[in-house]
């Protein structure tokens, strides 16, 4: 029975009803991406196959980052009317996809209208089928189960290390503004930084001041010493 269990995993009927969400991290636009291999008439290699979808994967995922912070971006590579071409995003906060859903809406990519939603998918474990990440998938790209394709593990890298980049700096600005703000309604000044440049000069300036004062309290010294010589003689 589990033999059979195992055998049929993924390729069942998926008759989970979807609710869709009136909250939720994880947006779906259905039916965006293009794959030029499912074209009978492609006559691309799967370098520049692979090229074409990391230059969508690219491109998508700066287009959401401008909505908020990404955790996950998964592309479907089925064929099924109901899974092919999909992406699904997952953002830190809800309030994010939802901003994402409300203008990509109002969006189009390679002249044809975006259709977001919200998605009730948030483990992309369990919406994936497993027979496929081992490449025994029978139904292939009609499985129920999601069949995502992958990115270039360079280019995933370096665009979510970008990601983390601009979050930082968009957080040091906005703790600046702040900084400002405070010390703006305070009627202060904000404290201004010390140069490294300037506080070295400050401290030879001050060492010099001690080398000066500790020769004129020996030079002092002295002429009292000799003082009480010429009295005592």
């Given at each position: 029975?589990a033999?059979?269990?195992?055998?049929?995993?993924?390729?069942e009927?998926?008759?989970?009803k979807?609710?869709k969400?009136t909250f939720?991290?994880?947006?779906l636009?259905?039916?965006?991406?293009?794959?030029?291999?499912?074209?009978?008439?492609?006559?691309?290699?799967?370098e520049?196959?692979?090229?074409?979808?990391?230059?969508f994967?690219?491109?998508?995922?700066?287009?959401l980052?401008?909505?908020?912070?990404?955790?996950?971006?998964h592309?479907?590579?089925?064929v099924?009317?109901?899974?092919?071409?999909?992406?699904?995003?997952r953002?830190?906060?809800?309030?994010?996809?939802?901003?994402?859903?409300?203008?990509?809406n109002?969006?189009?990519?390679a002249?044809?209208?975006?259709?977001?939603e919200l998605?009730?998918?948030?483990?992309f474990r369990e919406?994936?089928?497993?027979?496929?990440?081992?490449?025994?998938?029978?139904?292939?790209?009609?499985?129920?189960?999601?069949?995502?394709?992958?990115?270039?593990?360079?280019?995933k890298?370096?665009?979510?290390?970008?990601q983390?980049?601009?979050?930082?700096?968009?957080?040091?600005?906005?703790?600046?503004?702040?900084?400002?703000s405070r010390?703006s309604e305070?009627?202060?000044?904000?404290?201004?930084e010390?140069s490294?440049?300037?506080?070295d000069?400050d401290?030879?300036?001050?060492?010099?001041?001690?080398?000066?004062s500790?020769?004129s309290?020996?030079?002092?010294?002295?002429?009292?010493?000799?003082?009480?010589?010429?009295?005592?003689y």
């Amino acid at each position: 029975m589990a033999e059979y269990l195992a055998s049929i995993y993924g390729t069942e009927k998926d008759n989970r009803k979807h609710v869709k969400p009136t909250f939720s991290q994880t947006i779906l636009c259905s039916n965006i991406y293009q794959n030029p291999a499912h074209d009978t008439n492609c006559n691309m290699s799967e370098e520049q196959i692979q090229a074409h979808f990391d230059d969508f994967y690219e491109d998508f995922f700066t287009e959401l980052c401008k909505y908020g912070e990404v955790e996950e971006m998964h592309v479907c590579d089925n064929v099924g009317d109901h899974l092919i071409g999909n992406v699904y995003a997952r953002f830190r906060y809800e309030e994010d996809a939802q901003k994402a859903v409300d203008n990509l809406n109002a969006r189009f990519y390679a002249g044809r209208p975006i259709y977001a939603e919200l998605s009730p998918v948030t483990d992309f474990r369990e919406a994936c089928c497993r027979q496929n990440e081992n490449a025994e998938c029978t139904r292939g790209g009609f499985c129920n189960f999601m069949h995502l394709k992958e990115v270039s593990r360079y280019l995933k890298k370096e665009l979510f290390a970008a990601q983390r980049n601009y979050l930082r700096e968009q957080r040091r600005v906005k703790r600046d503004k702040s900084e400002e703000s405070r010390h703006s309604e305070s009627g202060s000044s904000p404290p201004r930084e010390i140069s490294s440049e300037r506080v070295d000069r400050d401290d030879r300036s001050r060492e010099k001041d001690r080398k000066t004062s500790r020769r004129s309290r020996r030079e002092d010294r002295r002429d009292s010493y000799a003082e009480d010589l010429r009295y005592e003689y």
